[in-house]
């Protein structure tokens, strides 16, 4: 069974290849070079699409933010009960973000940047892991 700390180390692990991918579409955006996708080979149109940007900064910028934050907030919660809490609800919200960008890629762009795909499946991973659902194990002798 995963002891409740190494769910937070966990969480750290992946946020840091969510902040490391954010990084690295925030590079290719400031140097303006076109970003390399062989994958799914829509990354420009969805990176240069009126959906990449949120307030005027773009999206990768934000993920800067959010994987920094959780990674933040997970490294409190091995300690504090309330940093537990904020680390849900904030994985909460990113999920539900990260479902609206996917949707967004899927159904309005018609393409998929496979680095957004990263970070997005990784934030909606990321909220899983924190729901916390752990197995109970069956004792014999249940009455």
Known sequence: MLHKRHKYDIIILLALVGFATSIYLTVYKIL????????????????????????????????????????????????????RRLL???????????????????????????YCFVCDTLAIILFLIDLNIEHQPVTAGLE
């Open 88 to 114: 849900g609800l904030g994985l909460g919200a990113g999920a539900l973000a990260a479902l609206v960008f996917l949707s967004l890629q899927f159904f309005v762009i018609k393409q998929v940047c496979q």
């Open 32 to 83: 303006g070079v076109t970003i390399p996708c062989s994958v799914t080979h829509g990354c420009e149109t969805v990176l240069s699409s009126r959906y990449s940007t949120l307030l005027g900064v773009p999206l990768a910028e934000w993920g800067i933010v959010f994987f920094a934050a959780v990674i933040f907030a997970a490294l409190m919660a091995n300690h504090y009960r309330v940093w």
